[in-house]
Protein backbone atom coordinates (compact mmCIF):
# COMPACT_ATOMS: atom_id res chain seq x y z
CA UNK A 1 0.00 0.00 0.00
CA UNK A 2 1.16 3.52 -1.37
CA UNK A 3 1.05 6.09 1.89
CA UNK A 4 0.05 8.59 -0.75
CA UNK A 5 -1.04 8.06 -3.97
CA UNK A 6 -2.19 10.41 -6.72
CA UNK A 7 -3.82 9.71 -10.10
CA UNK A 8 -3.84 12.16 -12.42
CA UNK A 9 -3.97 15.19 -9.98
CA UNK A 10 -4.59 18.41 -11.78
CA UNK A 11 -5.68 21.83 -10.44
CA UNK A 12 -6.12 24.85 -12.07
CA UNK A 13 -6.46 28.45 -10.02
CA UNK A 14 -8.82 31.21 -11.29
CA UNK A 15 -7.48 34.40 -12.32
CA UNK A 16 -10.32 36.37 -11.85
CA UNK A 17 -12.83 37.79 -14.31
CA UNK A 18 -11.48 37.66 -18.05
CA UNK A 19 -8.21 36.30 -17.03
CA UNK A 20 -8.40 32.79 -17.57
CA UNK A 21 -6.47 29.63 -15.40
CA UNK A 22 -3.47 29.06 -14.03
CA UNK A 23 -2.26 25.62 -14.30
CA UNK A 24 -0.48 25.12 -11.37
CA UNK A 25 -0.73 21.54 -11.69
CA UNK A 26 -0.91 18.90 -14.61
CA UNK A 27 -1.73 15.19 -14.68
CA UNK A 28 0.28 14.56 -11.73
CA UNK A 29 0.60 10.43 -10.73
CA UNK A 30 2.61 10.02 -7.37
CA UNK A 31 3.13 7.29 -5.88
CA UNK A 32 4.97 7.75 -2.14
CA UNK A 33 5.85 4.21 -0.59
CA UNK A 34 5.69 3.60 2.74
CA UNK A 35 8.42 3.88 5.31
CA UNK A 36 10.84 6.10 2.19
CA UNK A 37 11.81 9.83 2.59
CA UNK A 38 10.38 11.44 -0.50
CA UNK A 39 11.61 14.60 -1.99
CA UNK A 40 9.63 16.50 -4.08
CA UNK A 41 11.80 19.20 -5.78
CA UNK A 42 11.59 21.82 -8.15
CA UNK A 43 11.72 26.18 -8.32
CA UNK A 44 9.33 28.27 -6.98
CA UNK A 45 6.25 28.20 -8.09
CA UNK A 46 6.27 24.58 -9.64
CA UNK A 47 3.43 23.26 -8.12
CA UNK A 48 4.99 21.72 -4.57
CA UNK A 49 2.71 23.82 -2.37
CA UNK A 50 -0.67 22.74 -4.46
CA UNK A 51 0.98 19.17 -4.51
CA UNK A 52 0.78 18.63 -0.74
CA UNK A 53 -2.52 21.34 -0.58
CA UNK A 54 -4.48 18.74 -3.08
CA UNK A 55 -3.46 16.15 -0.92
CA UNK A 56 -4.46 17.29 2.32
CA UNK A 57 -7.74 18.62 0.77
CA UNK A 58 -7.13 22.22 1.91
CA UNK A 59 -7.68 22.87 -2.28
CA UNK A 60 -10.18 20.95 -4.61
CA UNK A 61 -8.08 19.51 -7.46
CA UNK A 62 -9.95 20.67 -10.59
CA UNK A 63 -9.50 17.09 -12.23
CA UNK A 64 -7.47 13.57 -10.68
CA UNK A 65 -7.64 12.26 -7.09
CA UNK A 66 -5.75 11.97 -4.18
CA UNK A 67 -5.04 8.99 -1.57
CA UNK A 68 -3.87 8.86 1.82
CA UNK A 69 -2.97 4.79 2.92
CA UNK A 70 -5.83 4.50 0.27
CA UNK A 71 -7.90 6.33 2.01
CA UNK A 72 -9.72 9.24 -0.27
CA UNK A 73 -8.44 13.00 0.51
CA UNK A 74 -11.97 14.32 0.36
CA UNK A 75 -12.79 12.14 3.58
CA UNK A 76 -11.70 13.81 7.10
CA UNK A 77 -10.46 10.22 8.09
CA UNK A 78 -7.45 10.39 5.30
CA UNK A 79 -5.85 12.83 8.02
CA UNK A 80 -5.70 10.51 10.97
CA UNK A 81 -2.33 9.17 10.15
CA UNK A 82 -0.79 12.51 8.65
CA UNK A 83 1.14 15.63 10.37
CA UNK A 84 1.78 18.43 8.50
CA UNK A 85 4.04 21.72 8.53
CA UNK A 86 3.53 24.07 6.40
CA UNK A 87 5.95 26.61 4.73
CA UNK A 88 7.23 29.14 7.20
CA UNK A 89 4.35 28.65 10.05
CA UNK A 90 3.30 31.28 12.50
CA UNK A 91 0.80 29.97 14.95
CA UNK A 92 -0.63 31.37 17.58
CA UNK A 93 1.57 33.49 19.17
CA UNK A 94 -0.15 34.40 22.50
CA UNK A 95 0.12 30.52 23.35
CA UNK A 96 3.47 29.01 24.94
CA UNK A 97 4.79 26.43 23.39
CA UNK A 98 3.53 23.82 25.38
CA UNK A 99 0.06 25.56 25.08
CA UNK A 100 0.65 24.94 21.15
CA UNK A 101 1.12 21.20 21.58
CA UNK A 102 -1.63 20.67 23.96
CA UNK A 103 -3.94 22.44 21.22
CA UNK A 104 -3.05 20.81 19.01
CA UNK A 105 -3.14 17.46 20.88
CA UNK A 106 -6.93 17.73 21.90
CA UNK A 107 -7.65 18.33 18.21
CA UNK A 108 -6.41 14.96 17.39
CA UNK A 109 -8.72 13.53 20.57
CA UNK A 110 -5.44 13.53 22.90
CA UNK A 111 -5.83 14.44 26.85
CA UNK A 112 -5.10 14.40 30.14
CA UNK A 113 -1.95 12.51 31.34
CA UNK A 114 -1.07 10.67 27.98
CA UNK A 115 -1.31 14.39 26.05
CA UNK A 116 0.84 15.82 28.97
CA UNK A 117 3.56 13.07 28.24
CA UNK A 118 3.49 13.11 24.93
CA UNK A 119 4.30 17.36 24.68
CA UNK A 120 6.95 16.33 27.16
CA UNK A 121 8.38 13.80 24.71
CA UNK A 122 8.30 15.91 21.46
CA UNK A 123 9.30 19.25 23.97
CA UNK A 124 13.11 17.66 24.71
CA UNK A 125 12.77 15.97 21.01
CA UNK A 126 12.93 19.23 19.11
CA UNK A 127 14.84 20.97 21.59
CA UNK A 128 12.34 23.60 22.95
CA UNK A 129 13.07 22.79 26.82
CA UNK A 130 13.94 25.84 27.90
CA UNK A 131 11.45 27.86 25.58
CA UNK A 132 8.08 25.60 26.95
CA UNK A 133 6.69 28.01 28.71
CA UNK A 134 7.45 30.87 26.71
CA UNK A 135 4.94 32.72 24.30
CA UNK A 136 5.46 31.82 20.60
CA UNK A 137 5.32 35.67 19.72
CA UNK A 138 9.30 35.55 21.49
CA UNK A 139 10.23 32.60 19.22
CA UNK A 140 12.73 32.91 16.62
CA UNK A 141 11.73 31.67 13.45
CA UNK A 142 13.91 28.02 13.70
CA UNK A 143 11.95 27.45 17.14
CA UNK A 144 8.79 27.97 15.29
CA UNK A 145 10.18 25.52 13.06
CA UNK A 146 10.31 22.97 15.90
CA UNK A 147 7.21 23.78 17.43
CA UNK A 148 5.85 23.20 13.81
CA UNK A 149 7.69 19.79 13.89
CA UNK A 150 6.54 18.98 16.91
CA UNK A 151 2.55 19.91 16.44
CA UNK A 152 2.77 17.86 13.10
CA UNK A 153 4.21 14.96 15.54
CA UNK A 154 1.59 14.98 18.61
CA UNK A 155 -0.19 12.36 17.45
CA UNK A 156 2.56 10.22 16.58
CA UNK A 157 1.28 9.92 12.86
CA UNK A 158 2.84 7.64 10.23
CA UNK A 159 2.96 10.05 7.46
CA UNK A 160 4.80 13.31 7.96
CA UNK A 161 4.34 16.22 4.92
CA UNK A 162 6.80 18.71 5.37
CA UNK A 163 6.88 22.07 3.00
CA UNK A 164 9.98 23.70 3.04
CA UNK A 165 11.38 22.40 6.18
CA UNK A 166 14.71 24.15 6.41
CA UNK A 167 13.41 27.58 4.87
CA UNK A 168 14.53 30.35 6.87
CA UNK A 169 16.68 28.23 9.46
CA UNK A 170 20.39 28.52 10.15
CA UNK A 171 22.93 25.44 9.41
CA UNK A 172 22.58 24.61 12.90
CA UNK A 173 18.86 23.82 12.52
CA UNK A 174 18.47 23.05 9.49
CA UNK A 175 21.04 20.15 10.33
CA UNK A 176 18.84 18.87 13.09
CA UNK A 177 15.95 19.00 11.53
CA UNK A 178 17.72 16.92 8.54
CA UNK A 179 19.07 14.64 11.73
CA UNK A 180 15.24 14.31 13.10
CA UNK A 181 13.44 13.35 9.81
CA UNK A 182 16.68 10.24 9.62
CA UNK A 183 15.24 9.40 13.01
CA UNK A 184 11.79 9.35 12.26
CA UNK A 185 12.49 7.37 8.33
CA UNK A 186 14.65 4.96 11.36
CA UNK A 187 11.45 4.48 13.29
CA UNK A 188 9.29 3.77 10.27
CA UNK A 189 7.64 7.44 9.11
CA UNK A 190 6.77 8.31 5.91
CA UNK A 191 8.12 11.49 5.16
CA UNK A 192 6.83 13.97 2.09
CA UNK A 193 9.25 16.83 1.87
CA UNK A 194 9.18 19.89 -0.77
CA UNK A 195 12.52 21.83 -1.22
CA UNK A 196 14.74 23.32 -3.49
CA UNK A 197 17.23 23.28 -1.04
CA UNK A 198 19.07 20.29 -3.34
CA UNK A 199 21.93 19.13 -0.87
CA UNK A 200 19.64 18.71 2.41
CA UNK A 201 16.89 16.68 0.30
CA UNK A 202 20.36 14.74 -1.51
CA UNK A 203 21.12 13.90 2.02
CA UNK A 204 17.88 12.36 3.66
CA UNK A 205 15.55 11.20 0.51
CA UNK A 206 15.51 7.77 -0.26
CA UNK A 207 13.68 9.05 -3.96
CA UNK A 208 12.81 12.58 -5.39
CA UNK A 209 10.09 13.70 -8.31
CA UNK A 210 11.32 17.01 -9.66
CA UNK A 211 8.09 19.16 -10.72
CA UNK A 212 8.62 22.22 -13.03
CA UNK A 213 5.82 24.28 -14.55
CA UNK A 214 3.62 21.86 -12.89
CA UNK A 215 4.75 18.55 -14.36
CA UNK A 216 6.41 16.11 -12.63
CA UNK A 217 9.49 15.98 -15.21
CA UNK A 218 11.87 13.33 -13.29
CA UNK A 219 11.28 10.60 -10.59
CA UNK A 220 13.69 8.02 -8.97
CA UNK A 221 15.96 6.68 -6.36
CA UNK A 222 18.40 9.00 -5.56
CA UNK A 223 21.59 7.26 -5.72
CA UNK A 224 20.87 6.19 -8.95
CA UNK A 225 19.93 9.75 -10.64
CA UNK A 226 22.93 11.25 -9.00
CA UNK A 227 25.71 8.79 -9.31
CA UNK A 228 28.02 8.92 -12.78
CA UNK A 229 27.90 5.18 -13.75
CA UNK A 230 30.95 5.48 -16.13
CA UNK A 231 33.01 7.56 -13.84
CA UNK A 232 35.14 6.17 -10.35
CA UNK A 233 36.98 8.27 -8.03
CA UNK A 234 38.61 6.91 -4.80
CA UNK A 235 39.77 9.26 -1.87
CA UNK A 236 43.16 8.07 -0.33
CA UNK A 237 45.04 8.86 2.66
CA UNK A 238 48.70 8.63 3.26
CA UNK A 239 49.84 7.96 -0.67
CA UNK A 240 53.49 9.28 -0.77
CA UNK A 241 54.17 11.38 -3.77
CA UNK A 242 55.75 9.05 -6.26
CA UNK A 243 53.34 6.31 -5.66
CA UNK A 244 50.95 9.26 -7.58
CA UNK A 245 52.08 9.03 -10.68
CA UNK A 246 52.75 4.76 -10.88
CA UNK A 247 48.68 5.18 -9.79
CA UNK A 248 48.03 7.17 -12.82
CA UNK A 249 50.06 5.02 -15.91
CA UNK A 250 48.67 2.44 -14.09
CA UNK A 251 45.28 3.77 -14.74
CA UNK A 252 46.67 5.02 -18.31
CA UNK A 253 47.70 1.76 -19.00
CA UNK A 254 44.45 -0.05 -18.38
CA UNK A 255 42.67 2.00 -20.93
CA UNK A 256 41.05 4.86 -18.73
CA UNK A 257 41.61 8.74 -18.57
CA UNK A 258 42.09 10.74 -15.80
CA UNK A 259 40.05 13.09 -15.78
CA UNK A 260 40.47 15.01 -12.22
CA UNK A 261 43.80 14.74 -9.43
CA UNK A 262 42.95 16.96 -6.69
CA UNK A 263 42.48 17.10 -2.84
CA UNK A 264 38.90 16.50 -1.61
CA UNK A 265 37.32 19.65 -0.35
CA UNK A 266 34.91 19.74 3.23
CA UNK A 267 31.47 21.35 2.03
CA UNK A 268 31.22 25.21 3.20
CA UNK A 269 28.13 23.59 5.97
CA UNK A 270 30.53 21.20 7.59
CA UNK A 271 33.24 23.66 8.06
CA UNK A 272 30.67 26.25 9.74
CA UNK A 273 29.03 23.14 11.98
CA UNK A 274 32.48 22.30 12.85
CA UNK A 275 33.54 25.94 13.70
CA UNK A 276 30.22 26.67 15.63
CA UNK A 277 30.44 23.31 17.88
CA UNK A 278 34.29 23.94 18.64
CA UNK A 279 33.46 27.23 19.77
CA UNK A 280 33.14 26.24 23.40
CA UNK A 281 31.56 29.20 24.81
CA UNK A 282 27.77 27.69 24.57
CA UNK A 283 24.95 29.52 23.24
CA UNK A 284 24.21 31.76 26.75
CA UNK A 285 27.28 33.13 26.19
CA UNK A 286 27.01 37.56 26.20
CA UNK A 287 29.58 40.14 25.80
CA UNK B 1 -7.15 2.25 9.11
CA UNK B 2 -10.05 2.80 8.35
CA UNK B 3 -11.51 4.49 11.22
CA UNK B 4 -14.84 7.06 10.88
CA UNK B 5 -14.27 10.41 11.99
CA UNK B 6 -17.55 11.54 13.28
CA UNK B 7 -18.59 15.34 14.35
CA UNK B 8 -17.02 16.31 17.77
CA UNK B 9 -18.17 18.62 19.83
CA UNK B 10 -14.97 18.40 21.56
CA UNK B 11 -12.74 19.72 19.16
CA UNK B 12 -15.31 22.67 18.56
CA UNK B 13 -14.93 23.41 22.23
CA UNK B 14 -10.76 22.94 21.58
CA UNK B 15 -11.38 25.49 18.42
CA UNK B 16 -13.91 27.88 20.82
CA UNK B 17 -11.51 27.88 23.87
CA UNK B 18 -8.20 28.66 21.96
CA UNK B 19 -10.07 31.46 19.91
CA UNK B 20 -11.19 32.47 23.06
CA UNK B 21 -7.61 32.44 24.86
CA UNK B 22 -6.26 34.46 21.63
CA UNK B 23 -8.98 37.20 21.72
CA UNK B 24 -8.22 37.72 25.64
CA UNK B 25 -4.52 37.91 25.26
CA UNK B 26 -5.27 40.23 23.11
CA UNK B 27 -4.69 43.59 24.56
CA UNK B 28 -7.16 45.41 21.96
CA UNK B 29 -9.80 43.66 23.83
CA UNK B 30 -9.00 44.20 27.04
CA UNK B 31 -8.31 47.92 26.63
CA UNK B 32 -11.89 48.24 24.77
CA UNK B 33 -13.39 46.46 28.31
CA UNK B 34 -11.95 48.53 30.29
CA UNK B 35 -13.04 51.58 28.62
CA UNK B 36 -16.51 50.31 28.49
CA UNK B 37 -15.96 49.30 32.59
CA UNK B 38 -14.99 53.38 32.98
CA UNK B 39 -17.41 54.54 31.08
CA UNK B 40 -20.47 52.70 32.98
CA UNK B 41 -18.94 53.21 36.52
CA UNK B 42 -18.64 56.54 35.81
CA UNK B 43 -22.49 56.81 34.98
CA UNK B 44 -23.11 57.17 38.27
CA UNK B 45 -21.32 60.67 38.60
CA UNK B 46 -22.18 62.01 35.31
CA UNK B 47 -26.16 61.46 36.69
CA UNK B 48 -25.48 63.68 39.59
CA UNK B 49 -24.86 66.76 37.56
CA UNK B 50 -28.40 67.07 37.88
CA UNK B 51 -28.36 67.37 41.37
CA UNK B 52 -32.11 69.51 42.31
CA UNK B 53 -33.93 70.10 45.04
CA UNK B 54 -36.99 67.56 44.00
CA UNK B 55 -35.41 64.16 45.67
CA UNK B 56 -38.12 61.78 43.85
CA UNK B 57 -37.32 63.70 39.91
CA UNK B 58 -33.35 64.10 41.57
CA UNK B 59 -33.92 60.01 41.57
CA UNK B 60 -35.90 59.21 38.78
CA UNK B 61 -33.33 60.95 36.67
CA UNK B 62 -30.37 59.89 37.83
CA UNK B 63 -31.58 56.23 37.41
CA UNK B 64 -32.74 56.65 34.04
CA UNK B 65 -29.52 58.32 32.74
CA UNK B 66 -27.32 55.41 34.45
CA UNK B 67 -28.75 52.97 32.82
CA UNK B 68 -29.36 55.05 29.66
CA UNK B 69 -25.55 55.27 29.62
CA UNK B 70 -25.03 51.61 31.13
CA UNK B 71 -27.37 49.91 27.85
CA UNK B 72 -25.96 52.24 25.60
CA UNK B 73 -22.23 51.32 26.65
CA UNK B 74 -23.33 47.83 26.31
CA UNK B 75 -24.70 48.02 23.31
CA UNK B 76 -21.72 49.95 21.29
CA UNK B 77 -18.86 48.47 22.68
CA UNK B 78 -20.10 44.94 23.20
CA UNK B 79 -20.82 45.39 18.81
CA UNK B 80 -17.64 46.61 18.57
CA UNK B 81 -16.08 43.25 20.26
CA UNK B 82 -18.18 41.22 18.38
CA UNK B 83 -17.88 42.31 14.85
CA UNK B 84 -14.12 43.07 14.99
CA UNK B 85 -13.33 40.23 17.45
CA UNK B 86 -14.83 38.14 14.68
CA UNK B 87 -13.78 39.85 11.29
CA UNK B 88 -10.49 39.01 12.08
CA UNK B 89 -10.40 35.18 13.11
CA UNK B 90 -10.48 34.21 9.26
CA UNK B 91 -7.95 36.62 8.12
CA UNK B 92 -5.55 35.71 10.67
CA UNK B 93 -6.00 32.08 10.29
CA UNK B 94 -5.34 32.10 6.15
CA UNK B 95 -2.50 34.86 7.16
CA UNK B 96 -0.71 32.73 9.61
CA UNK B 97 -1.23 29.66 8.08
CA UNK B 98 -2.45 28.05 10.99
CA UNK B 99 -5.32 27.08 9.64
CA UNK B 100 -3.19 24.58 7.25
CA UNK B 101 -2.17 23.37 10.53
CA UNK B 102 -6.19 22.77 11.98
CA UNK B 103 -7.53 21.53 8.82
CA UNK B 104 -4.74 18.59 8.26
CA UNK B 105 -5.46 17.33 11.17
CA UNK B 106 -8.57 15.25 11.47
CA UNK B 107 -10.75 18.24 12.45
CA UNK B 108 -13.93 18.77 9.61
CA UNK B 109 -14.20 22.16 8.60
CA UNK B 110 -17.79 22.83 9.85
CA UNK B 111 -16.02 22.05 13.35
CA UNK B 112 -13.71 24.68 12.43
CA UNK B 113 -16.20 27.50 11.75
CA UNK B 114 -18.10 26.58 14.57
CA UNK B 115 -15.04 26.40 17.37
CA UNK B 116 -14.48 30.15 15.66
CA UNK B 117 -17.44 31.51 16.38
CA UNK B 118 -18.34 29.94 19.50
CA UNK B 119 -14.88 31.64 20.60
CA UNK B 120 -16.28 34.97 19.45
CA UNK B 121 -19.29 34.50 21.12
CA UNK B 122 -17.89 33.50 24.49
CA UNK B 123 -15.78 36.60 24.16
CA UNK B 124 -18.91 38.26 23.69
CA UNK B 125 -20.57 36.99 26.59
CA UNK B 126 -18.06 37.48 29.03
CA UNK B 127 -17.56 40.81 27.97
CA UNK B 128 -21.57 41.70 28.45
CA UNK B 129 -21.06 39.47 31.62
CA UNK B 130 -18.68 41.91 33.31
CA UNK B 131 -20.22 45.04 31.93
CA UNK B 132 -23.60 44.12 33.60
CA UNK B 133 -22.30 43.58 36.97
CA UNK B 134 -20.51 46.70 36.51
CA UNK B 135 -24.11 47.81 35.44
CA UNK B 136 -25.91 46.36 38.60
CA UNK B 137 -23.13 47.40 40.58
CA UNK B 138 -23.88 51.05 39.73
CA UNK B 139 -26.95 50.84 40.47
CA UNK B 140 -26.83 49.29 43.48
CA UNK B 141 -24.48 51.96 44.72
CA UNK B 142 -26.89 54.83 43.46
CA UNK B 143 -29.86 53.10 44.94
CA UNK B 144 -27.82 53.34 48.28
CA UNK B 145 -27.31 56.58 47.78
CA UNK B 146 -30.59 57.77 46.86
CA UNK B 147 -32.57 55.72 49.37
CA UNK B 148 -30.48 57.67 51.87
CA UNK B 149 -31.61 60.77 50.74
CA UNK B 150 -35.06 59.56 50.87
CA UNK B 151 -34.77 58.45 53.92
CA UNK B 152 -33.51 61.59 55.29
CA UNK B 153 -36.84 62.74 54.15
CA UNK B 154 -39.16 60.27 56.16
CA UNK B 155 -37.01 61.59 59.21
CA UNK B 156 -37.72 64.94 58.61
CA UNK B 157 -41.35 64.68 57.46
CA UNK B 158 -43.73 66.61 59.41
CA UNK B 159 -47.46 65.36 58.90
CA UNK B 160 -48.20 61.41 58.35
CA UNK B 161 -48.71 62.40 54.57
CA UNK B 162 -45.44 63.54 53.68
CA UNK B 163 -44.17 60.49 55.79
CA UNK B 164 -46.02 58.14 53.57
CA UNK B 165 -44.88 59.54 50.03
CA UNK B 166 -41.16 59.46 51.20
CA UNK B 167 -41.81 55.94 52.03
CA UNK B 168 -43.30 55.35 48.98
CA UNK B 169 -39.85 57.34 47.11
CA UNK B 170 -37.96 54.54 49.13
CA UNK B 171 -39.93 52.12 47.55
CA UNK B 172 -39.60 53.29 43.83
CA UNK B 173 -36.12 54.30 44.13
CA UNK B 174 -35.76 50.09 45.11
CA UNK B 175 -38.31 48.93 42.44
CA UNK B 176 -36.71 51.37 39.63
CA UNK B 177 -32.87 50.36 40.88
CA UNK B 178 -33.86 46.51 41.00
CA UNK B 179 -36.17 46.72 38.18
CA UNK B 180 -35.85 42.28 36.78
CA UNK B 181 -36.39 43.76 32.96
CA UNK B 182 -32.49 45.13 32.80
CA UNK B 183 -31.82 41.39 32.59
CA UNK B 184 -34.28 40.98 29.57
CA UNK B 185 -32.86 43.79 27.91
CA UNK B 186 -29.16 42.79 28.20
CA UNK B 187 -30.10 39.02 27.12
CA UNK B 188 -31.48 40.87 23.94
CA UNK B 189 -28.30 42.68 23.41
CA UNK B 190 -26.54 39.78 23.73
CA UNK B 191 -28.07 37.78 21.10
CA UNK B 192 -28.18 40.98 18.44
CA UNK B 193 -24.26 40.84 19.38
CA UNK B 194 -23.92 37.19 18.71
CA UNK B 195 -26.32 37.89 15.26
CA UNK B 196 -23.50 40.11 14.79
CA UNK B 197 -20.90 38.06 14.98
CA UNK B 198 -22.98 35.49 12.91
CA UNK B 199 -23.19 37.58 9.82
CA UNK B 200 -19.21 38.96 10.17
CA UNK B 201 -18.23 35.61 10.17
CA UNK B 202 -20.38 34.81 7.01
CA UNK B 203 -18.63 37.60 4.84
CA UNK B 204 -15.32 36.59 6.21
CA UNK B 205 -15.94 33.07 4.47
CA UNK B 206 -16.05 34.78 1.27
CA UNK B 207 -13.64 37.79 1.69
CA UNK B 208 -9.73 37.93 2.89
CA UNK B 209 -9.81 41.75 3.95
CA UNK B 210 -10.30 42.60 7.79
CA UNK B 211 -11.65 46.10 7.18
CA UNK B 212 -14.19 44.76 4.09
CA UNK B 213 -15.62 42.59 7.22
CA UNK B 214 -15.40 44.85 9.88
CA UNK B 215 -17.54 47.61 7.02
CA UNK B 216 -20.02 45.16 5.89
CA UNK B 217 -20.82 44.27 9.18
CA UNK B 218 -21.24 47.45 10.39
CA UNK B 219 -23.87 48.33 7.45
CA UNK B 220 -26.06 45.15 8.36
CA UNK B 221 -25.69 46.89 11.96
CA UNK B 222 -27.74 49.90 10.80
CA UNK B 223 -29.56 48.99 8.03
CA UNK B 224 -30.92 46.71 10.73
CA UNK B 225 -31.91 49.07 12.88
CA UNK B 226 -33.40 50.79 10.31
CA UNK B 227 -35.00 48.03 8.41
CA UNK B 228 -38.05 48.02 10.69
CA UNK B 229 -39.32 51.77 9.66
CA UNK B 230 -38.66 51.21 6.40
CA UNK B 231 -40.81 47.57 6.76
CA UNK B 232 -43.46 49.69 8.04
CA UNK B 233 -42.97 52.51 5.04
CA UNK B 234 -43.49 49.85 2.22
CA UNK B 235 -46.12 47.46 3.78
CA UNK B 236 -47.98 47.63 0.12
CA UNK B 237 -45.43 46.35 -2.01
CA UNK B 238 -44.70 42.39 -0.66
CA UNK B 239 -41.76 41.81 -2.98
CA UNK B 240 -39.99 45.08 -1.17
CA UNK B 241 -41.24 43.71 2.68
CA UNK B 242 -39.86 40.05 1.39
CA UNK B 243 -36.43 41.48 0.10
CA UNK B 244 -36.62 44.28 3.51
CA UNK B 245 -36.88 40.46 5.50
CA UNK B 246 -33.44 38.99 4.63
CA UNK B 247 -31.72 42.03 6.70
CA UNK B 248 -31.77 40.90 10.31
CA UNK B 249 -34.55 43.71 11.92
CA UNK B 250 -32.19 44.82 14.88
CA UNK B 251 -34.36 47.00 16.17
CA UNK B 252 -36.37 44.20 17.17
CA UNK B 253 -33.56 43.87 20.23
CA UNK B 254 -34.05 47.44 21.28
CA UNK B 255 -36.05 46.90 24.27
CA UNK B 256 -33.65 49.40 26.69
CA UNK B 257 -35.84 52.32 25.87
CA UNK B 258 -38.63 50.89 27.05
CA UNK B 259 -37.03 49.71 30.07
CA UNK B 260 -35.71 53.39 31.17
CA UNK B 261 -39.33 54.51 30.44
CA UNK B 262 -40.31 51.84 33.09
CA UNK B 263 -42.78 50.06 30.52
CA UNK B 264 -42.55 46.31 31.37
CA UNK B 265 -41.59 43.85 29.39
CA UNK B 266 -43.24 40.44 28.61
CA UNK B 267 -41.48 36.84 29.23
CA UNK B 268 -42.87 36.10 26.03
CA UNK B 269 -41.83 38.94 23.82
CA UNK B 270 -38.59 38.40 25.13
CA UNK B 271 -38.96 34.71 23.90
CA UNK B 272 -40.38 35.51 20.67
CA UNK B 273 -37.42 37.99 19.60
CA UNK B 274 -34.58 35.84 21.48
CA UNK B 275 -36.01 33.14 19.27
CA UNK B 276 -35.51 35.02 15.76
CA UNK B 277 -32.19 35.77 16.52
CA UNK B 278 -31.60 32.34 17.21
CA UNK B 279 -32.83 31.12 14.03
CA UNK B 280 -31.60 33.89 11.78
CA UNK B 281 -28.32 33.36 13.38
CA UNK B 282 -28.10 29.57 12.26
CA UNK B 283 -29.20 30.27 8.89
CA UNK B 284 -26.44 32.66 8.94
CA UNK B 285 -23.72 30.21 10.07
CA UNK B 286 -25.49 27.32 7.68
CA UNK B 287 -24.93 29.50 4.96
CA UNK B 288 -20.86 30.58 6.02
CA UNK B 289 -20.65 26.86 6.75
CA UNK B 290 -21.83 26.50 2.67
CA UNK B 291 -19.35 28.67 1.54
CA UNK B 292 -16.21 27.71 3.41
CA UNK B 293 -17.26 23.89 2.90
CA UNK B 294 -15.73 24.48 -0.31
CA UNK B 295 -13.85 27.49 0.05
CA UNK B 296 -10.02 27.13 -1.42
CA UNK B 297 -7.55 27.57 1.59
Same mark, same amino acid.
Given at each position: ???????????????????? =???????LNLHVREGEVYGLLGPNGSGKSTTLKCILDL???????????????????????????????????????????????????????????????????????????????????????????????????????????????????????????????????????????????????? =????????????????????????????????????????????????????????????????????????????????? | MTERVGFSLARVWTIAGNTFTESVRQKVFNILLIFALVIIASASFFAEFSLGEDVAAVA?????????????????????????GTAMLLPNELENRTIYTILSKPVRRFEFLLGKYFGTVLLTFVSVLLMSLMFLAVLAFKE? =??????????????????????????????DEAYDPDIVKGILLIFVKLCLLAAITLFVSTFSTSMVFNVAVALLVFFAGHLVGIAKEAWQAHTIVTYLLGVIPDLGMFNVADDIILGNVIPWPHVGKVAAYGVVYLSCVVGAAHLIFASREI
Open positions: MDAIRTEGLTKKYNLGWRKG =RFLALERVSPTDGAAWIFDVPSTKVESRLHVGFLPENPYFYKYLTGAETLEFYGQLCGIRGAALKKRIDELIDLVGLTTARDRRLSGYSKGMLQRIGLAQALIHDPQLLMLDEPTAGVDPIGSRDIRDLILRLKKMGKTVLLSSHLLAQVQDVCD =RIGVLNLGQLILEGDVNQLISDQRRLSFTLEGLPAVARGQIEDAARAAGATVVNVEHPQTTLETLFLDAVRKDERGAGHHD | SYELKSIKDTCFGALSVIGMLIAIVV =RLSKSAKAEVTAAGSDTEKQKAQELVVKIH
